[in-house]
């Protein structure tokens, strides 16, 4: 069986990877020049059982209005991206009750579990190097009431197999002793031990050579278009003056998916959410930062990869503007010096970069058939595609090839939402 796959990011060089490892003759078409260079490229670097929450929580439709003219704010609605949220923004809304946010929620924490074991799997067998830190992340509250919310929102999800354990301020300071100028300034926190770190463009190029050692070809600088279908199925994808032909087709093109299968007459609840973040090389911090960091009172990830730190947060619908505004940059550089006041982070130690997180309209991914035959997708992961990327890689080529998925794969089908395609 031909498998053609359209995109080379997290999401499709896993998907190519296992598809190759069962058989499959795979290409994948990309526009970029390598694996990995758009929203894989510079993300939070951070996987995150811990944070299975889509960002439609209940009220968010408040903070939403209420950042339209802010440059602070974490989740941030732009005026110009209004007239491309249509439908997709109602949805968004429809989802936000507290029943269907605690039921997207444990989806995504399932897929989540469940990705990190198979990515611990594939650590072992390709030994690629990226950083990886498997010793938790530490998320930091400055509130005793939001702390005693988390800590019973989390009783729900240790029911659905996470682990976590409360601190105080004291027992964080001595778990990370690069936190200590923040000591008195905590409620406490919370350890989760099976988050990880690592640089999520290394892996995905090393994976990609895995993937192309297996027979995948992976066709670079080659944009799409145009697909075409003949009754009721792809027949071929187009790239200028090439026509590529497969028994499969796979769109995992991040935000730029619900773009292609517009063209098809599809209409995929995908809309992509800009998320910015900012790496200082040579950090000068004593001791160190050993632990990645969440602040909930600043909506960001504090991460320690090998050389530098890096810093991402905020959440901002604004269309497909791929703009670094320097407002966002300097909100950014503010957090991290909140979070690590000691470091002396400077501006021009820090490279920006900002990218489109594709989130569907119930913060849960799209991973599966569509209505054409032969088509299917895997996008939709927003903040969680480093995170999903392993599983949703297995879970797509178990459903293509008729393995015994790990997780329920109707959680994650197109079909869930009424009037797809």
Not at 152 to 175: H, K, P
Not at 371 to 380: E, F, M, S, V
Request: with cysteine.
């Amino acid at each position: 069986m031909k498998a053609l796959i359209i995109g080379s990011g997290l999401i499709g060089t896993t998907s190519a990877y296992f598809l190759a490892r069962r058989g499959w003759e795979v290409t994948v078409l990309d526009r970029q020049e390598g694996a990995g260079r758009e929203t894989s490229f510079a993300n939070g670097s951070l996987l995150t059982p811990s944070m299975p929450e889509p960002w439609n929580a209940p009220g968010s439709w408040r903070v939403l209005l209420a950042s339209i003219g802010r440059s602070d704010s974490p989740l941030k609605l732009r005026l110009k991206a209004l007239p491309h949220l249509g439908r997709w923004g109602a949805a968004f809304l429809r989802n936000s009750t507290p029943d269907r946010y605690q039921r997207n929620s444990i989806k995504n924490l399932k897929l989540a579990l469940r990705s990190l074991e198979v990515l611990g799997e594939l650590r072992r067998e390709t030994r690629i190097e990226y950083g990886c830190g498997t010793q938790g992340s530490l998320r930091l509250i400055r509130d005793r009431a939001a702390l005693e919310r988390a800590l019973e929102w989390g009783e729900v999800l240790r029911a659905q197999g996470l682990i976590l354990r409360g601190l105080t301020a004291d027992e964080i300071v001595a778990m990370e002793p690069a936190l200590a100028p923040l000591g008195t300034r905590l409620a406490g926190g919370i350890h989760y031990p099976f988050d990880e770190l690592g640089d999520a463009y290394r892996f995905t190029v090393g994976l990609a050579e895995h993937a192309r050692r297996a027979g995948v070809e992976f066709r670079f600088r080659t944009p799409v278009t145009g697909i075409e279908v003949r009754q009721g199925s792809v027949t071929a994808v187009r790239s200028g003056g090439e026509r590529f032909t497969a028994d499969r087709y796979v769109i995992a093109a991040g935000s730029y998916s619900p773009l292609l299968l517009k063209e098809l007459g599809l209409e995929v609840p995908v809309r992509p959410a800009k998320g910015y973040s900012l790496t200082f090389e040579h950090p000068r911090l004593d001791p160190p930062l050993r632990l990645p960091v969440c602040d909930d009172d600043f909506h960001a990830v504090v991460v320690p990869l090998e050389g530098v730190i890096r810093v991402a947060g905020t959440a901002e619908f604004a269309g497909y503007d791929l703009s670094l505004p320097q407002s966002r940059i300097r909100n950014l550089l503010r957090l991290v010096r909140q979070v690590l006041p000691a470091a002396g982070l400077e501006r021009a130690q820090a490279q920006p970069w900002c990218g489109l997180r594709p989130m569907s309209a119930d913060g849960v991914p799209i991973i599966g058939p569509t209505p054409l035959g032969n088509l299917w997708i895997n996008t939709g992961h927003g903040h969680l595609g480093w995170t999903m990327a392993a599983g949703s890689g297995q879970l797509l080529s178990d459903l293509l090839t008729g393995g015994s998925p790990g997780v329920d794969p109707a959680d994650y089908a197109l079909a869930r939402f009424d009037g797809a395609g």
